[in-house]
């Protein structure tokens, strides 16, 4: 049973970084691959980037391309989402889950076994 917390969200301006992470103290992490999502109000939940197990292969959804580089230290039971040219439109509940096959390329949110319970990201001037 995986337990994932996230943290690192905030409130940062327009044009702005954050880096979040996504931390399994039991370092079981490191055999699924793992997924970032986020859920703006209002709106549904929708996937942000996935990354394989081994971090060979990572996905991106086309309004974070360019902008959001997702990484993960196995090491540390530790995947990360790095945030830049931020934008209001990027204001959500950041979510990570991890899901089964290690070496998936895309993460539906329905393939996803364990999840945290979110860190608040907030673009705003």
């Known amino acids: 049973q995986l337990e994932l917390v996230e943290s690192g969200g905030g409130l940062v301006q327009p044009g702005g970084s954050l880096r979040l992470s996504c931390v399994d103290s039991?370092?079981?992490?490191?055999?699924?691959?793992v997924g970032w999502f986020r859920q703006a109000p209002g709106k549904e939940r929708e996937g942000v980037s996935c990354?394989?197990?081994?971090?060979?292969?990572?996905d991106y959804a086309d309004s974070v391309k360019g902008r959001f580089t997702i990484s993960r230290d196995n090491t540390k039971g530790t995947v990360y989402l790095q945030m830049d040219s931020l934008k209001p439109e990027d204001t959500a509940v950041y979510y990570c889950?991890?899901?089964?096959?290690?070496?998936?390329?895309?993460?539906?949110?329905?393939?996803?076994?364990?999840w945290g319970k979110g860190t608040l990201v907030t673009v705003s001037s």
């Open positions: 990354i394989t197990n081994t971090g060979s292969s990572t």
């Open positions: 039991s370092l079981t992490l490191k055999v699924y691959s």
């Open positions: 889950a991890a899901g089964w096959p290690p070496n998936r390329r895309t993460c539906p949110p329905d393939d996803m076994d364990y």
